[in-house]
């Protein structure tokens, strides 16, 4: 019979790591005597990032002593104490390739259910010291699981293990995390996963989206994220950067101009997903050349692109483009890429924008004028006054197009005509939200600046849109996804400290830093950091994808090979360094 040898507790400290402050309870050490497990944790316990570890579903950790021994061979340590792999329960017994999700235990006084795997989560290599920990837990099919508490009650070291109930399916829990985390996945397993209704709804959703023929969005676990902040899984329509001719340049408002490319030898251009944006490679002076990323603002055509550019005072790039960039001129341009897209559905849609950000949902309303979409329609804009309002006249126009159109036009600096009813001087708010009647069920996408976003996405969830349904657009860095990671100011991102690099250039387009690489990086992620620029990661080592990163051009390779490969055209930044000059979207 299995058995209870120790009961870890520690509670959440800072921890220095890598010049910074990591809030974690990883470090746990056996302690005396019964303790009383609770709904949440067992006494005394505690974690520092809950939107990972913790709560109800994830109340008690398990690791056992056969892993532990196993890992002191693999690892030739003899300094693996109870509770350094982060683990509440140390058991004699309860094998990961045993132990199925939803199976129930009876220890001590307490009942407990299994309800996934744990979380990969770079913390685990920090206690040991082992760096890639999290992925050698799940490539040697030894990651221990987590618990919910039952009934609650005391345990205590030498109390024996009962099993009260299988679960469900009987999937184990090493099947459920291979499930999840490797290659070749059985549909089968799949299917008999999603019928598992003690599985944590994290995993669950990982499982739907993999049914749905998607790679997981991000770690299981982890709080969901705007679908902007999510990386695609699309071909690109072509590798790299291709030649493409300015066709023309059009003034839309005094600090507005759209851009027509068209390709210099008449082939077709792929088309592109209304919302997407391409990446433009402009040489500008002596210094490396610089990438941004534009929006298509229109329906592509076989041979035309536009988009649109808003001149910042101080933006290199798009002063560039409006002072120096003529009709005729050769750029270089990346293929569409982008995940904020007009879906398929058949739900009522708000297209919501602020300043430039109408250039991606002004794509969305062609594609919709151009189906004549039967569908309503609700299109919010907010700018400055008349003259700084980009694409009035086609957006009217495009609206007029659709049957069930509704139009509403914010103003910040001038009074509306007495005619233009659809005018309105101010700023949309909750109220005026829910007088335009837009209905529950709608599908919402909203560009602009972070704070406009971020209060409209807030009256949309209070008017009683799902989350999922609201979609936003980010132009510049994603927010970061560091967890445990104590926040800083943020500081503008820069070229990396130390001496410069002699190795290929990288391009974070998003950020606007182009710099040298240098072999005193361990990775692509190690590098954008030491610039400063936000980034996303959870395990560190090539497990949890949630760094995936699209590669806009250029050659990888891995110095960590990752358990299971991303799609074609992204790479993990977090195991990656570059063979070739490489530019991201990052």
């Not at 990651?143 to 345990?155: A, M, S």
């Not at 996303?536 to 110095?559: E, F, K, N, P, Q």
Request: net charge negative; proline share 10%; hydrophobic share 35%.
């Amino acid at each position: 019979m299995a058995t209870l040898l120790s009961v870890n507790v520690g509670m959440p400290k800072d921890v220095s790591w890598q010049g910074r402050t990591v809030h974690t309870g990883a470090w746990k050490a056996p302690v005396p005597g019964p303790r009383m497990v609770r709904r949440l944790n067992v006494d005394g316990d505690g974690q520092g990032d809950l939107a990972g570890h913790g709560g109800e579903i994830r109340a008690v950790l398990v690791y056992q002593l056969q892993s532990y021994q196993y890992w002191q061979k693999q690892l030739g340590r003899d300094d693996l104490t109870f509770g350094i792999f982060g683990e509440n329960f140390t058991v004699d017994g309860l094998p990961d390739d045993e132990v199925c999700i939803g199976d129930r235990y009876r220890i001590g006084e307490a009942e407990f259910e299994v309800t996934q795997p744990r979380v990969t989560c770079y913390r685990v290599g920090m206690r040991l010291g082992e760096p890639t920990m999290a992925s050698l837990l799940v490539a040697h099919h030894r990651p221990g699981f987590y618990l919910r508490v039952i009934t609650e009650g005391r345990v205590q070291a030498g109390d024996e293990i009962s099993l009260t109930r299988k679960g469900a399916e009987e999937l184990s829990v090493a099947e459920i995390d291979a499930l999840l985390y490797l290659p070749g996945r059985d549909p089968a397993k799949l299917r008999k996963a999603l019928n598992i209704p003690a599985l944590s709804p994290g995993w669950q959703q990982s499982f739907r989206e993999l049914a749905a023929a998607q790679q997981p969005k991000q770690e299981p676990g982890w709080p969901g994220e705007r679908a902007s902040t999510q990386q695609p899984r699309e071909e690109p329509g072509w590798p790299g950067f291709k030649t493409m001719r300015v066709a023309r340049i059009v003034p839309e408002t005094p600090t507005v101009s759209s851009i027509y490319l068209n390709t210099t030898d008449g082939t077709p251009l792929p088309e592109a997903r209304p919302g997407q944006y391409l990446s433009i490679r402009l040489a500008i002076g002596e210094e490396a050349p610089a990438v941004r990323s534009y929006s298509l603002s229109s329906a592509p055509t076989a041979s035309t692109y536009r988009i649109s550019v808003k001149h910042e005072p101080h933006g290199a790039v798009s002063s560039y483009i409006h002072a120096t960039l003529h009709p005729r001129d050769l750029v270089d341009i990346a293929s569409a890429r982008g995940t904020f897209v007009l879906e398929e559905s058949t739900r009522p849609i708000v297209l919501i924008s602020a300043g430039i950000g109408a250039t991606p949902v002004l794509a969305m309303l062609h594609r919709l004028a151009d189906t004549r979409d039967p569908r309503p329609v609700w299109w919010i804009h907010t700018t400055h006054d008349r003259a700084h309002h980009a694409f009035a006249d086609e957006a009217h126009a495009l609206l007029a197009q659709l049957p069930y159109a509704h139009e509403h036009i914010y103003y910040t600096s001038e009074t509306p005509h007495p005619d233009e009813p659809h005018i309105t001087q101010g700023r949309p708010t909750a109220q005026s939200l829910t007088a335009m009647g837009i209905p529950t069920d709608a599908d919402a996408y909203l560009c602009g600046p972070p704070a406009f976003m971020d209060d409209l996405g807030g009256f949309l969830r209070d008017h009683g849109l799902r989350p999922e349904r609201i979609h936003a657009e980010q132009f510049s860095a994603l927010p970061a996804i560091n967890p445990g990671v104590t926040p800083t100011a943020a500081i503008r991102p820069h070229q990396p400290p130390g001496p410069t690099g002699t190795g290929p250039l990288i391009t974070f387009s998003r950020s606007g830093v182009t710099t040298p690489w240098s072999p005193a990086h361990a990775s692509l992620l190690d590098l954008a950091e030491a610039c400063d620029i936000p980034t996303r990661w959870s395990c560190r080592t090539g497990v949890c994808h949630t760094c995936i990163t699209h590669l806009v051009s250029g050659d990888i390779t891995y110095a960590t090979p990752p358990l299971e490969l991303p799609e074609p055209g992204t790479i993990l930044v977090c195991c990656s360094k570059p063979s070739t000059e490489v530019v991201l979207d990052l």
